[in-house]
C-alpha cells in the first residue's frame, strides 16, 4: 500500500490482471463488467486486416508491455495499450493507444475506451508509488487529451502528461471502488 502526499489518497496493491470498471454501452445504455489482460501473439495477429491502425506485433515485439480491454464476459477487444515503466523518471510512459473499429467515430459502441486504458496505466503508476504518466500524441489530439484525460502539454511539442488532480481523478474515475479508496 502507497500513499500519495498530492492527495492524501491510498492505492491498495493488486495483480495486473485484477483491475476492473465498466463501460458503457451507448446503444444499450448497459454498464457492463470489464477486464484488462495481458496480450499474447495470437491475440492480436491480423486486427489491421480487421481495420485496426496498428500493428500491434510491433511493441508486443519490442517488449513493451502490451494490454487488452475486454469483458469479463466477452474476450472481444475492445482497446489496446502498449506501455513501459521509466523508473528514472518515476514514471509510465505511453507507446501507443488505440480503440477497437466499433469504438471509433461517432458511432462507436462503448464510450471512453482510450480513457480507461490511460486510467489503467495511471492506476499501474501508483500501485508503483509514481504519481505521472505521461505520452506523445498527433498535433490534432492535444486538445482531445486536454479536455478528456486532464493532460497538460509540455510547451509546444508533441508530448504530454498526467500528474496531480487530473492523475487522481483518471484513476477515480474509472477503479473507485475497485481497490482505490480515499482514507
Known sequence: ?????????????????????RLLDRRTKELRQTAVKSVMRKDISGLKRKGWLFDWLVPLKAGLEV????????????????????AANQAFFVNLVE??????????????VGSHLFAYVAKR???????????????????????????????HSRRMYIVGDAFVELIEKFYKGDNYEKP
Do not use: C, W
Open 99 to 112: 480503440s477497437a473499429p466499433h469504438n471509433r467515430g461517432m458511432d462507436r459502441q462503448y464510450e471512453e
Open 125 to 155: 503508476a501508483a500501485d508503483k508509488g509514481y504519481n505521472i504518466i505521461y505520452f506523445d500524441t498527433k498535433t490534432l489530439l492535444v486538445s482531445h487529451y486536454s479536455k478528456k484525460l486532464g493532460a497538460k502539454q509540455i510547451g
Open 67 to 86: 494490454k487488452q480491454l475486454t469483458f469479463k464476459d466477452d474476450d472481444t477487444i475492445q482497446g489496446l495499450i502498449a506501455f513501459e515503466e521509466v
Open 1 to 21: 500500500m502507497m500513499r500519495d502526499n498530492t492527495k492524501n489518497v491510498v492505492v491498495t496493491d493488486v495483480a495486473a490482471n485484477e483491475y476492473s470498471s
